[in-house]
């Protein structure tokens, strides 16, 4: 039985800083954000979005009733979590209308959260041929204001449909999975910001894909001439090509300039978005799919996905006869076209608008944010969710 993933989109709110202007502002070179990391644009949350308005909204125009009344399983990856205790995916699923006699929960291993969830949801759905599990994650990447960390900053959330007789990607059982106790990136609990090396993590993230290529060709057969492209987490662009450098000797030049190509197409969502920790492999999955017009039924993807801390894994998928018409280019690039550009100063003082933690009662004006599903308010220390 072919399990995968039959629908797959993403979310990202209705503001963005441009990097040049950024760099400017912050008396840096501008080529050191869009060449250096290579990102040209960073997605902002307004305080009407969190973790569970972007997660809901990426699955929103995902499913239609069949799917809300199969979907017994709803995993939300993030590590920009609302609460110590309550699953976000709890509050995602009244939300989005879906059968009550569900599964709810929340996984958190740094950005590699979501690719648990879509294991366990394979496994799942192996043991539950008849039941849909929605997979979200979702994040904000913040590191606050001209901090090392500012430009690799990002918002948003990507929702997937796990199912048997997916019509996008069938998953492989191919899985090569490694963990190392390092301290790369964290947050404790009592900071808004992550405590990162970026230095070391970088050399971690590809110290861990060498490592598990190493694996993956030693239990496997497949080299890297069988992949038509490899997408990876990107924390930001130039990242996985990092990675992807390590290896891509080993094949002709045809090869390589085929490899190369699709990952520079799988890159520019994340080149407009940025950092979207647990959702960033599969925005470069969407990004790969909605720009490459060659790719075709039988092709096979490979996906590395790494979580600092660390946990990461490589498998892969083929993808599916007429998967090109469950695609939604169209409407990423809509969201993308539709978003409103925020000066340096509207960002500044945006990025220090900030939810009370004392329990105070704080109502929230929605009027410019466009997002179908928003944050109010909170009352009581409870947050409050509207769909319009």
């Not at 912050?26 to 949350?45: C, N, V």
């Not at 405590?195 to 861990?208: D, L, R, W």
């Not at 085929?258 to 969502?269: A, G, M």
Request: charged fraction near 25%; glycine fraction near 6%.
């Amino acid at each position: 039985m072919k399990i995968g993933i039959d629908k797959i989109s993403f979310y990202t709110p209705a503001f963005y800083v441009d990097m040049v202007e950024l760099a400017q502002a912050r008396g840096i070179d501008p080529d050191k954000f869009t060449i250096g990391i290579g990102q040209d644009k960073m997605a902002f949350p307004p305080v009407t979005q969190d973790s569970v308005t972007m997660a809901a909204n990426a699955a929103l125009s995902l499913l239609d009733d069949v799917d809300k009344e199969k979907i017994d399983l709803i995993i939300l990856g993030t590590e920009s979590g609302i609460d110590q205790s309550k699953a976000g995916a709890v509050y995602i699923h009244r939300l989005l209308g879906l059968n009550p006699f569900a599964r709810s929960i929340e996984i958190k291993e740094a950005c590699y959260g979501a690719t648990a969830g879509i294991q366990m949801a394979k496994e799942y759905v192996a043991n539950h041929p008849e039941s849909k599990v929605l997979v979200m994650g979702s994040d904000i990447a913040r590191y606050g204001l001209d901090t090392p960390g500012e430009s690799t900053q990002g918002a948003g959330a990507v929702a997937v449909l796990i199912t048997k007789d997916p019509r996008v990607i069938a998953l492989e059982d191919d899985n090569v999975f490694l963990t190392g106790d390092i301290m790369d990136f964290w947050r404790p609990v009592y900071s808004e910001t992550a405590v990162v090396n970026g230095k070391y993590s970088t050399e971690q993230y590809i110290q861990f894909f060498e490592t598990i290529w190493a694996e993956y060709q030693r239990k496997f057969t497949y080299s890297l001439a069988d992949f038509t492209a490899i997408c990876f987490h990107l924390p930001y662009t130039k990242m996985g090509r990092k990675a992807l450098n390590t290896v891509i000797d080993s094949v002709s030049s045809e090869d390589q300039e085929r490899l190369l190509e699709n990952y520079r197409l799988s890159t520019l969502y994340s080149r407009q978005i940025g950092n979207i920790y647990t959702g960033s492999l599969y925005l470069s999955v969407i990004s790969l799919l909605d720009h490459q017009t060659s790719l075709k039924a039988g092709d096979r993807l490979g996906f590395f996905s790494y979580g600092s801390g660390a946990v990461a894994e490589f498998f892969s998928g083929t993808l599916q006869k007429n998967f090109q018409d469950y695609i939604t280019a169209k409407d990423h690039q809509d969201l993308l076209d539709k978003r409103k550009k925020l000066s340096i100063s509207e960002y500044e003082k945006r990025f220090n608008q900030q939810l009370p933690t004392d329990g105070s009662t704080m109502k929230i004006e929605s009027t410019d944010d466009p997002a179908e599903i928003v944050l109010t308010g909170i009352t009581e220390h409870m947050r409050q969710y509207l769909k319009k």
